[in-house]
């Protein structure tokens, strides 16, 4: 629902493109390959707030995750 601008990156072998909104100038959307093989982001912008920053200072593990020490040397 926005107007975009897209950027593409051709390599011999390899295929990304970064949409940007053309009026804040962020990523709306990145795509990584082509084909079989694309893989897309779509990116969401949220306003800052107090509680959105708490989120971020303060992560949490996901159910079920158990913390292992990796062994030294």
């Not at 950027?7 to 053309?22: C, F, H, P």
């Not at 093989?37 to 800052?48: D, F, K």
């Not at 707030?49 to 040397?73: E, I, N, Q, W």
């Amino acid at each position: 629902g926005k107007t975009a601008v897209v950027l593409r990156l051709m390599a011999e072998k390899a295929m990304a493109q970064l949409w940007v909104d053309r009026a804040t100038y962020r990523p709306v959307r990145i795509v990584l390959g082509a084909g079989a093989g694309q893989y897309a982001l779509n990116v969401a912008w949220v306003p800052r707030s107090a509680a959105m920053l708490a989120t971020l200072s303060t992560p949490r593990a996901p159910a079920g995750y158990t913390d292992v020490t990796a062994p030294s040397g």
